[in-house]
């Protein structure tokens, strides 16, 4: 049997960072419904809903996911009681919509009301993956893909391994790199052409510059998701060098 040494790159972006991309994601959506005529603004602090005197929506980041690039966007339905629950369901089903329109995945929960503000309500929650929720996601990631000099927007994995010896567990100086590539688009996205081969692999990081030379494909993997397309690609490198560190 032949071990392997492995080498492996995920995503992790500061909080600090992730608020500032949680705010691009809710003016986005804000400015979406404020198109489509829909009254929005920012969610109200807890326990202080106004009473409502016409319908309207109020819009917050639900959670955040780094590893897997996910965001959900709460976006609360109102409307006064005189105007009926009718009314709330069907704005509920316009702001899903639009949603949808931005690449968000929906899910719209059933009308409540709310004796305070005298009002009825529903919660539409969209959940967006890759940079249909944030455009920067690139920039808050650990690392960078680039392949002919362009980096890889939606690569959000990537793994490298060589062939070792059996016995002492060293590398096989002669054995090729194989690595994987995984990248994720979201609606309305698809993958750039391949380069053309032979191509090399950069691989950036903070402590430094990893390149694979002499690189060709052996496998791609495309799978259509709820959310978009993921897409695998298995490749091969003749020799991994460090740049710099």
Known sequence: MTHRAVLTAGVCAPRRVGEKL??????????????????????????????????RTAVCLQKMNHTQRTATVLVTVMVPVKMGGGACEDMAI?????LERLGGVCVQEECCFNGYADAFYIRVLGT?????AMDAWGSTSDFEVQIGGEPLKNAV???????????TGTPLSTSVWTFKIVEEFG?????NPSPAEPFNVYVVRSAGVECF?????????????????????????????????
């Open 128 to 132: 967006f993956r890759g940079t249909a």
């Open 157 to 167: 994995s990537f793994k490298a391994e060589q062939a070792v010896d059996q016995v």
């Open 187 to 191: 609606r309305g996205q698809s993958p």
């Open 213 to 245: 030379d002499t690189c060709s494909w052996v496998a791609c993997q495309l799978e259509n998701t709820s959310t978009g397309m993921r897409q695998v690609r298995t490749g091969v490198a003749k020799h991994r060098t460090v740049l710099s560190e």
């Open 94 to 98: 316009r702001v899903g919509t639009i």
């Open 22 to 55: 949680a705010a691009s994601l809710v003016i986005k959506v804000l400015n979406a419904l404020d198109d489509a005529g829909i009254l929005a603004d920012t969610a109200y602090p807890g326990g202080k809903m106004p009473n409502i005197s016409e319908a």
